[in-house]
């Protein structure tokens, strides 16, 4: 669910963003520079994907004889 968040809150400002310099080349004429939607790794989502991660193998270690025995 955190991961999804962060995916979600970067798309919309990456939207955001692009919708505003739309406008702006709209208005002036200018070339914008828009560009496609690129989801960049950083140090949050290592993180991320390390919890999440760690947490289904625990579970599954944790858990493993009640489903397997």
Request: glycine content about 8%.
């Amino acid at each position: 669910m955190l991961f999804g968040i962060v995916y979600l809150f970067r798309l919309y400002i990456h939207q955001t963003n692009a919708t505003f310099n739309a406008n702006i080349a709209g208005w002036t004429w200018e070339e914008a520079g828009i560009g496609p939607f690129h989801f960049r790794i950083s140090p949050i989502i290592i993180g991320l994907i390390l919890f999440i991660v760690i947490s289904i193998l625990v579970t599954f270690i944790t858990y493993y004889r009640y489903f397997f025995d």
